[in-house]
């Protein structure tokens, strides 16, 4: 009796999952350590100070706040979810106003100071955003081909989109979008909706490209300077300027596009430099020569860090340890006891997914540059948290699925 | 594989779900193994063209020896105190950091009472003007490094007790171009000043001392004109990488041994490779190729006895100009090459005192005389004459009056020889014109010139030293046309159409001494390596080498070789050259120096000759630009060779006794 309730409980985590969620928390800690522990001033700070321990300290936060949510039912959650969506949407506005939101020198307000910490309230806020959606798409499901819940649903998911865009953080407000339309999907949706809004979407986008990309200066959408050359620098686009502009004008771009490309430039450098086998951990020049910024090497460029002293090897293993977690994420999914809990995991999934590939997108250049850091392994308190709370959400929704 | 259940299920929304993941997980492994191993050569390359910097060193030059081993150019330590810019890096940050604050908070102020004075807000664009701008920062960074470098500076110059001041574009253009090479502050310090520097623990930051090899002439302007010079030149040479991001200081010879031997001295430049951080600061230098030494140049030349004849040369003092040169007549082994007006090949390296260059110019002081100046060889080209003559069947006892002077032609010519009757010795031993163009033109001029032209007269000596010049003599086809009579009787005299340089005189001398082998002159012994344990085999240049036979009977040269010891010996014009214990014969010439109008402005003279007559061994020829005679400036700078010789001679002999057990 005793025996069987212990397999029992056992068999209630999605161990596949824990051991991939583990091993990038390892990797994650292993790097965070080689890319600040550089140069002679590294070492110099406490041990307790240093990136490498504190981001064990959020590992371990983290799988708290998790083990914590696992506890709750997710329909009990579900039903504070708008709760702490307002609350998120709440923390998004207070970001933007002066004086409380912080910029940290990178000319962007997405931080609030809570004493010794910061926190990013867009990562909470995409959290929120998966509850309070998946509470909303949980009704049944004929309610769903009702248009103005249709438009509710888009309204909810846009309400942050902005708010985030506004920070302005491009990246983590895009990811917002595939998250919500493959939940919206999920959920089933009547396909025309989303035929209607995917190609709304597309259209618009592409317009958007035209406009930034060829448009004459006047015609441009305004756009922040620093977005608008990103995508240029993606594309590959020369920075135009008007034809009449003096030779000194025309220098001073070209300067400037050489200096705007260097990020991706190096990270390109650092992930082709480490060729098959790597160069060993902590052996990566890139980083420790200041080619590849400091300032970014251990959160948004922490995978070229991998990539560089690891080689392809390295590469591999980490695409295999986020598949794992995607795809038990998925048959979490199906294995659902309800459309909450379906559209739940499907949300997180997507969620999980639209980072790792944007990110790692942006190392190997398919992706533009966009502050959107890679789960476990960026360094930083808010992205390793919300992280995990969304993984805690994940194996919740498997805990209480229809298996039993 | 268990997490692909939910394919095989029927739920088209998480199959799609599942086929998107998949692929933009695949998507990202395609372009990993694209960038990591198909093209990683490529960024593995431009890994190493953006971090890596390659420094060319040059190699330490090998040094000039002389015949007994004394040291005639050397290398030096010179020590440089340098700033190691990277090491400077932290205070370089702090000052530019202090700056910033000290002005952005000045620009703020002046903001707040702009605004108070205008009572309103100014907009953002309007506040630009209060901010700092790229190049603004980039102004003030300049300026703080220079800062915080002079600072530096002003400590060193305290310690060393020299006043030293940092060149503000000098450092500035070094910061932007050679940011990965320490900096030098102060160049050659004197060893008291290294000391100074040594003696204090902890030097200032970022500063250290530095050695770089600097050539060295020990004897100053000893033989200056052989050794040559050098010139700063860093280009790669033949067989280098010619592609270096920086090249460290390096010499090579522009003239004499320096230039001539310049491959075999100057080595293989080696490199080394900085590896440097993004802003371009050194982190870490390592060797790739060491350079490799060059090699000694082992000379044929006696130090002691080059100074003795520099010392002999100066009749008039250091503008006298004129040449002497000593040659072992049997293996063509130049003991001496002395040129005159001398110059210090050190001032190359090291600066020229001031004045010094324009001295040098104006005297013509570059130029080796004894091998890179055509001159008129006067009567010490009679006995070239008269061995042709006595070849072309004359007889030595029969006599010839002497007025004073002889007409060619219309054209009179003087003879300082008194008048009076002359046979073959008293011609050579008084120098009779008359003598000499009566029979020389009896001979014919073909016979002189083919006996010159086994001398090699006109040809080029065969000098590695960058300065030989081929001199003057008429060829066949100039003599078959437009040739009189006067023309022949001026080269029986050796003037007109002909020209020798010291050096040829030298050589011909020797092959009158020798029994009528001409020699090619002999400068450089061999090459060895620097390192004497190396146990590389040195490579000797053959001695002796015979270029050309003079083809004249023995008995010719006896009689020319008697009348030479007699103009010596016998009260003859060499009378002033005579050494006591060496028999000498020479024969002395005073060339005339004539302008357009055929008249004299200058007199170049000369002594030939050659020791000891009974067993010849040295030849010594002696030339001095606007001398008197002959017999009066050169047989007595020939006397002194002599002596120095025996005296040489003598301290050898004494040596070998010595060592003898």
Same mark, same amino acid.
């Given at each position: 009796?005793?025996?069987?309730?212990?397999?029992?409980?056992?068999?209630?985590?999605?161990?596949?999952?824990?051991?991939?969620?583990?091993?990038?928390?390892?990797?994650?800690?292993?790097?965070?350590?080689?890319?600040?522990?550089?140069?002679?001033?590294?070492?110099?700070?406490?041990?307790?100070?240093?990136?490498?321990?504190?981001?064990?300290?959020?590992?371990?936060?983290?799988?708290?706040?998790?083990?914590?949510?696992?506890?709750?039912?997710?329909?009990?959650?579900?039903?504070?979810?708008?709760?702490?969506?307002?609350?998120?949407?709440?923390?998004?506005?207070?970001?933007?106003?002066?004086?409380?939101?912080?910029?940290?020198?990178?000319?962007?307000?997405?931080?609030?100071?809570?004493?010794?910490?910061?926190?990013?309230?867009?990562?909470?806020?995409?959290?929120?955003?998966?509850?309070?959606?998946?509470?909303?798409?949980?009704?049944?499901?004929?309610?769903?081909?009702?248009?103005?819940?249709?438009?509710?649903?888009?309204?909810?998911?846009?309400?942050?989109?902005?708010?985030?865009?506004?920070?302005?953080?491009?990246?983590?407000?895009?990811?917002?979008?595939?998250?919500?339309?493959?939940?919206?999907?999920?959920?089933?949706?009547?396909?025309?909706?989303?035929?209607?809004?995917?190609?709304?979407?597309?259209?618009?986008?592409?317009?958007?490209?035209?406009?930034?990309?060829?448009?004459?200066?006047?015609?441009?959408?305004?756009?922040?300077?620093?977005?608008?050359?990103?995508?240029?620098?993606?594309?590959?686009?020369?920075?135009?300027?008007?034809?009449?502009?003096?030779?000194?004008?025309?220098?001073?771009?070209?300067?400037?596009?050489?200096?705007?490309?260097?990020?991706?430039?190096?990270?390109?450098?650092?992930?082709?430099?480490?060729?098959?086998?790597?160069?060993?951990?902590?052996?990566?020049?890139?980083?420790?020569?200041?080619?590849?910024?400091?300032?970014?090497?251990?959160?948004?460029?922490?995978?070229?860090?991998?990539?560089?002293?690891?080689?392809?090897?390295?590469?591999?293993?980490?695409?295999?340890?986020?598949?794992?977690?995607?795809?038990?994420?998925?048959?979490?999914?199906?294995?659902?006891?309800?459309?909450?809990?379906?559209?739940?995991?499907?949300?997180?999934?997507?969620?999980?997914?639209?980072?790792?590939?944007?990110?790692?997108?942006?190392?190997?250049?398919?992706?533009?540059?966009?502050?959107?850091?890679?789960?476990?392994?960026?360094?930083?308190?808010?992205?390793?948290?919300?992280?995990?709370?969304?993984?805690?959400?994940?194996?919740?929704?498997?805990?209480?699925?229809?298996?039993? | 594989?268990?997490?692909?259940?939910?394919?095989?299920?029927?739920?088209?929304?998480?199959?799609?779900?599942?086929?998107?993941?998949?692929?933009?997980?695949?998507?990202?492994?395609?372009?990993?193994?694209?960038?990591?191993?198909?093209?990683?050569?490529?960024?593995?390359?431009?890994?190493?063209?953006?971090? %890596?910097?390659?420094?060319?060193?040059?190699?330490?030059?090998?040094?000039?020896?002389?015949?007994?081993?004394?040291?005639?150019?050397?290398?030096?330590?010179?020590?440089?105190?340098?700033?190691?810019?990277?090491?400077?890096?932290?205070?370089?940050?702090?000052? %530019?950091?202090?700056?910033?604050?000290?002005?952005?908070?000045?620009?703020?102020?002046?903001?707040?009472?702009?605004?108070?004075?205008?009572?309103?807000?100014?907009?953002?664009?309007?506040?630009?003007?209060?901010?700092?701008?790229?190049?603004?920062?980039?102004?003030?960074?300049?300026?703080?490094? %220079?800062?915080?470098?002079?600072?530096?500076?002003?400590?060193?110059?305290?310690?060393?007790?020299?006043?030293?001041?940092?060149?503000?574009?000098?450092?500035?253009?070094?910061?932007?171009?050679?940011?990965?090479?320490?900096?030098?502050?102060?160049?050659?310090?004197?060893?008291?000043?290294?000391?100074?520097?040594?003696?204090?623990?902890?030097?200032?930051?970022?500063?250290?001392?530095?050695?770089?090899?600097?050539?060295?002439?020990?004897?100053?302007?000893?033989?200056?004109?052989?050794?040559?010079?050098?010139?700063?030149?860093?280009?790669?040479? =033949?067989?280098?990488?010619?592609?270096?991001? %920086?090249?460290?200081?390096?010499?090579?010879?522009?003239?004499?041994?320096?230039?001539?031997?310049?491959?075999?001295?100057?080595?293989?430049?080696?490199?080394?490779?900085?590896?440097?951080?993004?802003?371009?600061?050194?982190?870490?230098?390592?060797?790739?190729?060491?350079?490799?030494?060059?090699?000694?140049?082992?000379?044929?030349?006696?130090?002691?006895?080059?100074?003795?004849?520099?010392?002999?040369?100066?009749?008039?003092?250091?503008?006298?100009?004129?040449?002497?040169?000593?040659?072992?007549?049997?293996?063509?082994?130049?003991?001496?090459?002395?040129?005159?007006?001398?110059?210090?090949?050190?001032?190359?390296?090291?600066?020229?005192?001031?004045? =010094?260059?324009?001295?040098?110019?104006?005297?013509?002081?570059?130029?080796?005389?004894?091998?890179?100046?055509?001159?008129?060889?006067?009567?010490?080209?009679?006995?070239?004459?008269?061995?042709?003559?006595?070849?072309?069947?004359?007889?030595?006892?029969?006599?010839?009056?002497?007025?004073?002077?002889?007409?060619?032609?219309?054209?009179?010519?003087?003879?300082?020889?008194?008048?009076?009757?002359?046979?073959?010795?008293?011609?050579?031993?008084?120098?009779?014109?008359?003598?000499?163009?009566?029979?020389?033109?009896?001979?014919?001029?073909?016979?002189?010139?083919?006996?010159?032209?086994?001398?090699?007269?006109? =040809?080029?000596?065969?000098?590695?030293?960058?300065?030989?010049?081929?001199?003057?003599?008429?060829?066949?086809?100039?003599?078959?046309?437009?040739?009189?009579?006067?023309?022949?009787?001026?080269?029986?005299?050796?003037?007109?159409?002909?020209?020798?340089?010291?050096?040829?005189?030298?050589?011909?001398?020797?092959?009158?001494?020798?029994?009528?082998?001409?020699?090619?002159?002999?400068?450089?012994?061999?090459?060895?390596?620097?390192?004497?344990?190396?146990?590389?085999?040195?490579?000797?240049?053959?001695?002796?080498?015979?270029?050309?036979?003079?083809?004249?009977?023995?008995?010719?040269?006896?009689?020319?070789?008697?009348?030479?010891?007699?103009?010596?010996?016998?009260?003859?014009?060499?009378?002033?050259?005579?050494?006591?214990?060496?028999?000498?014969?020479?024969?002395?010439?005073?060339?005339?120096?004539?302008?357009?109008?055929?008249?004299?402005?200058?007199?170049?003279?000369?002594?030939?000759?050659?020791?000891?007559?009974?067993?010849?061994?040295?030849?010594?020829?002696?030339?001095?630009?606007?001398?008197?005679?002959?017999?009066?400036?050169?047989?007595?700078?020939?006397?002194?060779?002599?002596?120095?010789?025996?005296?040489?001679?003598?301290?050898?002999?004494?040596?070998?006794?010595?060592?003898?057990?």
């Amino acid at each position: 009796m005793f025996e069987d309730t212990l397999n029992e409980r056992q068999s209630r985590i999605d161990k596949l999952q824990m051991a991939g969620l583990f091993g990038l928390m390892l990797l994650g800690a292993a790097f965070v350590y080689s890319a600040t522990m550089v140069g002679e001033s590294a070492g110099a700070a406490s041990w307790y100070s240093q990136s490498w321990f504190k981001q064990i300290v959020w590992y371990v936060l983290g799988t708290g706040l998790a083990v914590g949510i696992c506890c709750v039912d997710y329909h009990t959650l579900s039903r504070w979810s708008f709760i702490a969506y307002w609350t998120a949407i709440l923390l998004l506005v207070v970001v933007l106003i002066p004086h409380i939101g912080s910029t940290h020198g990178w000319g962007a307000r997405r931080w609030i100071d809570l004493g010794p910490f910061q926190g990013q309230p867009s990562e909470f806020a995409k959290i929120s955003f998966i509850l309070a959606l998946a509470n909303f798409l949980s009704r049944p499901v004929e309610e769903l081909s009702h248009p103005l819940n249709f438009w509710k649903a888009i309204g909810l998911m846009l309400l942050p989109f902005l708010l985030i865009l506004k920070e302005p953080d491009l990246g983590s407000a895009l990811v917002l979008l595939p998250t919500g339309l493959a939940m919206l999907f999920a959920a089933g949706t009547p396909r025309r909706f989303l035929a209607r809004l995917f190609g709304g979407v597309g259209i618009l986008a592409a317009l958007f490209l035209v406009d930034v990309l060829f448009a004459p200066p006047n015609w441009q959408i305004k756009l922040e300077d620093y977005q608008r050359r990103r995508l240029l620098v993606y594309f590959s686009k020369d920075y135009t300027p008007s034809s009449h502009a003096s030779k000194m004008e025309v220098d001073r771009l070209r300067k400037q596009q050489f200096d705007d490309s260097h990020n991706v430039r190096q990270a390109l450098i650092s992930v082709g430099s480490g060729g098959l086998a790597g160069k060993g951990w902590r052996q990566g020049t890139q980083n420790a020569l200041g080619y590849l910024p400091r300032k970014v090497a251990h959160n948004d460029f922490i995978f070229s860090v991998i990539a560089e002293e690891e080689g392809f090897v390295g590469s591999v293993i980490v695409i295999t340890l986020y598949s794992v977690v995607l795809f038990t994420g998925i048959r979490i999914a199906g294995q659902a006891r309800d459309r909450l809990g379906r559209v739940l995991a499907v949300g997180v999934v997507t969620l999980l997914f639209s980072h790792v590939f944007i990110n790692i997108g942006m190392n190997v250049r398919i992706m533009p540059v966009t502050g959107v850091p890679l789960p476990l392994l960026s360094y930083g308190g808010s992205s390793v948290l919300g992280s995990l709370i969304a993984m805690g959400m994940l194996q919740n929704v498997y805990l209480y699925r229809k298996a039993y | 594989m268990l997490i692909f259940d939910q394919l095989k299920r029927n739920d088209p929304q998480l199959r799609l779900l599942t086929f998107v993941v998949l692929g933009g997980m695949a998507a990202l492994l395609a372009s990993l193994w694209w960038i990591q191993v198909v093209s990683a050569r490529d960024y593995q390359e431009n890994l190493e063209t953006q971090s %890596y910097r390659t420094v060319r060193i040059p190699a330490v030059r090998g040094k000039i020896l002389d015949r007994n081993g004394s040291v005639l150019a050397d290398n030096q330590p010179s020590y440089n105190v340098s700033l190691y810019l990277e090491e400077l890096r932290v205070p370089f940050e702090a000052a %530019y950091t202090a700056e910033a604050i000290q002005i952005r908070s000045r620009l703020a102020g002046q903001l707040h009472q702009k605004e108070k004075l205008l009572g309103h807000k100014l907009s953002s664009k309007e506040r630009k003007a209060f901010t700092l701008d790229v190049q603004q920062r980039n102004r003030i960074q300049e300026q703080t490094h %220079y800062e915080v470098a002079s600072n530096v500076v002003q400590q060193v110059s305290r310690r060393l007790g020299q006043p030293l001041t940092l060149d503000y574009t000098n450092f500035e253009r070094h910061y932007e171009e050679r940011l990965a090479l320490p900096y030098p502050v102060a160049r050659r310090l004197d060893p008291v000043q290294i000391a100074r520097f040594e003696e204090q623990a902890n030097s200032p930051m970022g500063v250290d001392l530095e050695i770089q090899s600097l050539r060295m002439y020990p004897y100053g302007n000893t033989a200056a004109h052989l050794l040559g010079y050098l010139h700063r030149d860093d280009r790669s040479v =033949e067989g280098e990488d010619a592609f270096f991001s %920086y090249r460290l200081p390096d010499y090579r010879g522009a003239i004499g041994i320096e230039a001539g031997y310049d491959l075999q001295l100057h080595g293989r430049a080696g490199e080394a490779s900085v590896l440097v951080n993004n802003l371009g600061y050194r982190q870490a230098e390592n060797i790739w190729t060491p350079a490799e030494p060059g090699r000694n140049v082992v000379l044929t030349i006696d130090v002691r006895l080059q100074q003795a004849a520099e010392r002999a040369l100066q009749v008039y003092g250091p503008t006298t100009r004129g040449a002497a040169v000593v040659m072992d007549v049997h293996t063509g082994d130049l003991l001496v090459l002395a040129s005159s007006p001398v110059f210090d090949p050190n001032d190359f390296v090291r600066g020229f005192p001031p004045g =010094e260059y324009e001295r040098m110019q104006a005297l013509g002081a570059e130029k080796n005389r004894a091998t890179f100046e055509n001159y008129a060889p006067g009567s010490i080209f009679k006995p070239v004459v008269g061995l042709a003559c006595l070849e072309a069947g004359m007889d030595p006892n029969a006599i010839i009056y002497n007025p004073g002077y002889i007409y060619v032609g219309r054209r009179r010519i003087r003879d300082l020889a008194s008048p009076g009757q002359y046979d073959f010795r008293r011609a050579v031993m008084f120098s009779s014109n008359t003598y000499f163009i009566t029979n020389g033109m009896k001979a014919g001029i073909e016979n002189i010139l083919r006996l010159s032209r086994r001398l090699h007269l006109g =040809e080029r000596a065969g000098l590695p030293t960058r300065q030989d010049t081929p001199g003057i003599l008429p060829g066949l086809k100039r003599i078959r046309s437009n040739w009189f009579d006067g023309d022949t009787a001026n080269i029986c005299i050796g003037q007109g159409e002909i020209a020798v340089t010291p050096l040829q005189m030298a050589v011909m001398t020797a092959a009158l001494a020798n029994g009528g082998k001409v020699l090619w002159p002999r400068l450089v012994d061999r090459i060895e390596s620097q390192d004497p344990t190396s146990g590389e085999p040195p490579t000797v240049l053959p001695s002796g080498r015979v270029r050309d036979e003079l083809g004249v009977s023995p008995r010719s040269l006896q009689i020319l070789r008697d009348a030479m010891r007699d103009e010596v010996e016998d009260a003859g014009t060499g009378a002033r050259a005579v050494v006591p214990g060496l028999r000498i014969c020479g024969k002395t010439g005073t060339a005339q120096v004539t302008n357009e109008h055929n008249q004299e402005v200058d007199r170049t003279t000369w002594f030939i000759s050659f020791a000891p007559y009974e067993k010849p061994r040295y030849a010594v020829v002696v030339m001095v630009e606007s001398g008197n005679f002959g017999s009066t400036t050169c047989a007595p700078i020939a006397a002194k060779i002599y002596e120095a010789i025996l005296e040489g001679e003598r301290d050898n002999a004494q040596k070998t006794l010595a060592q003898a057990p």
